[in-house]
């Protein structure tokens, strides 16, 4: 190691001397005046960059000959400040293994007859290198990225293979990662958060951390994991899989804040068998390997890796101090101003489950592809949940950079494959995830055949159906309706598709003069069935009596020619929607508490991982008066379903609906919900038709029961931004005193 900003240092009555700077005049005479009024001064001799190796005793000898010869007639000894000892895990180590590797050497000048191996003389020399070390380290860090680890909780949780305590009392995983240029403070030797005596330390951590808006925090919370079979005790530690499986996705946020190449050190606190000083070099290289594979990591060289003792590195409280804070440890015990503190740092904290094996089977293999187009294609490999709760959060430039790399014949390829996966559940959601991420404008020209634009338009328009972007739907069937009224002509199937597709889109801004008569054939092709589909959905929505009649007759019908897990789920929350028009609520209730146990093979835990299924959920249990012990079940999992997308104001909503009227104290759970409401009046998809009618009614009606938000302003600007057929739906159907939700029906209320 080599720092251009080493200096002589003073720590408690001790003088510290790196010992690059004998040759300078100053530094010696400074030294010198420190010996002159009685103290003693500690040389440094910290590694260079090269090549580890043994130290020597003629190494030491030389450098030993070289302070005698420049402090004349002072005492030079050589400091033997580490200990060994040989651990309860049988490891015969040295105390402060990562010091001792930066601080190659170390002696004491002085005047008089230092015994330094005394138990008090020794402690002091030894904070006094700790610090110079850290010193050291700081001064080296401003040009690095330095990532720091710990985990909160016993993680008993692996032995179960999963946890149903409450979120805030899960294990976690805590990642604090500090850019370049960053002059963080560093926390005392002996930071520790725990119990009422860490009051103050968190206190001082939490308010280092606001001075530096730069810094990012990660959290991840013990959702599924087991014991690792079949591996050495250092690889099956609990602890070893909750810092390894998690630190790649630290790595890939470092990356997409980094422009160019720069050097990155990770240092994680020991526990258990993973003691400080282990040889990890191993993992090293697969991490370097990574970083070198010419993918998105490649901006980061990997510098220092180590496991690390308290007090080895001044930074490495840190993640103790988040672990406090997303657990609320200390809460209880701060006053108002440091409880608001502690809440701004909770919301810049990156919230996320960990899933062992979506973790180590899906998603660290993808970033390790390098070719974009199986990086795309993979991503109807993985369930909604690590799509949603990984790869939009941590892989969402990844997927930009692919589509943006994808030539003809991979976009062909690329599209073949939507296409085929468009019946299933995760096709449709890995399909709407890298749509988001396409520019037409920019991909439109690449593709020279006809064919391959109507596929790219008819993706996109489902996508854009799913997710209520009018403008963008608009845009690809009027360019479907160009391509076929200069000659092209699609396959009959696909246009059949394309007319479902153009009708679904109406839905979006109020417009229902698509609706048309229907018959239920004996044997009706896909086709035909999802045109019964759109058809009952659109009937539901424009709320009629005879409407939901039709609806029900439709659905009923659909649920048993339906196979598919997935599907069979869908129809059935539909048909629990229908009940609820109908006015049947708990019958409604009944039928959703009653679908894992008797119609599919998912659990209720599965269950709560679809929004769609939770927002109807909620709104049955709201609806048919269920207490605040069916709230408390359900509680758990709603933060984790609080996107930028729908249906998340419905599941904000109706939460917030069942808060209210059960009296339920869950002041985090009621926060997380109003500001996901407050969040998504920001986002441009909520600010018009469909989506945005849908949250500004919720608003409405939530000022109403005495939670405030700018409702009035917000529903006018949606009703202005809107199609001319949502204005007018709205004209005809107005929120007002006796229903705030007027506009609304169906899974749209």
């Not at 020597?56 to 004349?72: R, W």
């Not at 926390?187 to 308010?207: Q, R, V, W």
């Not at 840190?318 to 919301?347: C, F, H, Q, W």
């Not at 949250?695 to 809107?722: P, Q, T, W």
Request: hydrophobic share 35%.
């Amino acid at each position: 190691m080599k720092s251009n900003s080493r200096r002589l240092l003073y720590h408690q009555g001790i003088g510290i001397l790196p010992f690059s700077k004998i040759k300078n005049t100053e530094s010696i005479e400074t030294a010198k005046k420190i010996l002159e009024a009685g103290e003693p001064v500690l040389v440094t001799v910290f590694r260079d960059k090269r090549p580890k190796k043994k130290k020597t005793t003629s190494e030491e000898q030389s450098f030993f000959s070289a302070l005698a010869d420049s402090f004349e007639g002072y005492n030079v000894q050589t400091l033997n400040w580490q200990q060994e000892t040989r651990s309860v895990h049988d490891r015969q180590s040295v105390s402060y293994p990562f010091i001792g590797y930066c601080c190659r050497h170390a002696f004491v000048v002085h005047s008089e007859n230092l015994i330094v191996e005394k138990e008090k003389v020794m402690k002091r020399f030894r904070e006094a290198l700790i610090y110079a070390v850290n010193q050291e380290t700081l001064a080296l860090s401003t040009k690095k990225w330095v990532v720091v680890g710990d985990e909160t909780g016993g993680l008993d949780e692996f032995r179960k293979g999963k946890s149903d305590i409450q979120h805030e009392q899960k294990s976690k995983m805590c990642w604090v990662a500090i850019p370049p240029g960053t002059e963080l403070e560093e926390l005392p030797e002996d930071f520790h958060c725990a119990g009422s005596g860490g009051l103050n330390h968190y206190i001082m951590a939490n308010n280092n951390l606001l001075r530096h808006d730069k810094i990012l925090f990660f959290s991840f919370s013990f959702d599924e994991g087991r014991i690792l079979s079949n591996a050495g005790n250092f690889v099956k530690d609990p602890h070893f899989s909750f810092w390894k499986e998690t630190l790649p996705l630290v790595l890939e946020k470092v990356a997409e804040k980094t422009t160019q190449r720069t050097s990155i050190d990770i240092f994680v606190e020991q526990v258990g068998i993973l003691e400080a000083g282990i040889e990890i070099a191993t993992i090293i290289e697969g991490y370097r390997n990574s970083l070198h594979s010419g993918n998105a990591w490649e901006n980061l060289d990997i510098d220092e890796m180590w496991i690390i003792g308290k007090g080895e590195h001044p930074w490495i409280g840190y993640p103790d101090a988040i672990g406090a804070n997303v657990k609320m440890l200390k809460t209880p015990l701060l006053d108002e101003k440091d409880v608001i503190n502690e809440s701004k740092i909770r919301e810049q904290v990156l919230h996320s489950p960990f899933r062992q094996r979506s973790l180590i089977d899906h998603i660290n293999p993808l970033l390790r592809m390098e070719d974009p187009l199986r990086f795309l294609t993979s991503l109807s490999d993985l369930k909604l949940e690590d799509l949603r709760d990984y790869v939009e959060v941590f892989l969402s430039r990844r997927v930009g950079d692919s589509v943006s790399k994808l030539n003809r014949p991979q976009w062909q390829e690329l599209l073949a494959h939507m296409e085929k996966m468009a019946e299933g559940k995760n096709g449709q959601d890995a399909t709407t995830l890298i749509l988001n991420h396409t520019n037409m404008n920019d991909i439109l020209p690449t593709l020279k055949s006809e064919a391959d634009q109507f596929d790219l338009c008819m993706a996109i328009l489902g996508t854009s159906n799913h997710t209520g972007a009018t403008k963008q739907a608009q845009f690809c069937e009027d360019y479907i309706k160009n391509l076929i009224s200069r000659g092209f002509q699609p396959r009959p199937r696909r246009m059949i598709k394309f007319k479902n597709l153009s009708k679904g889109k109406k839905d979006n801004v109020f417009d229902f003069s698509h609706i048309s008569e229907f018959s239920i054939e004996e044997n009706p092709s896909d086709e035909e069935l999802k045109f019964l589909g759109s058809q009952a959905q659109s009937r539901a929505l424009r709320g009629g009596q005879a409407d939901l009649k039709e609806a029900i007759e439709i659905e009923t019908y659909l649920l048993s020619k339906t196979v598919n897990e997935k599907e069979i789920q869908r129809r059935m929350v539909y048909h629990a929607e229908l009940l609820m028009c109908l006015e049947k609520y708990d019958e409604a209730f009944e039928y959703l508490s009653e679908i894992a146990p008797g119609k599919i093979t998912n659990s209720f835990e599965d269950l709560m991982q679809d929004s769609y299924f939770v927002s109807t959920y909620l709104k049955s249990c709201v609806l048919s008066y269920q207490g605040e012990e069916t709230l408390e079940k359900i509680a758990p999992y709603i933060p984790r379903l609080l996107k930028d997308n729908h249906p998340s104001q419905r599941i904000a909503y109706w939460t917030l609906r069942y808060i209210l009227d059960t009296g339920l104290m869950n002041p985090n759970l009621l926060k997380s919900c109003r500001d996901c409401l407050s969040h998504l009046t920001e986002v441009p998809f909520f600010s018009h038709d469909a989506p945005g009618v849908i949250l500004a009614c919720e608003l409405l009606d939530l000022n109403s029961r005495g939670i405030k938000f700018g409702a009035d302003e917000f529903y006018s600007m949606v009703k202005h931004n809107s199609q001319e057929t949502t204005q007018a739906w709205l004209e005809l159907h107005p929120p007002n005193e006796d229903d705030w939700l007027a506009p609304l029906n169906f899974n749209y209320r």
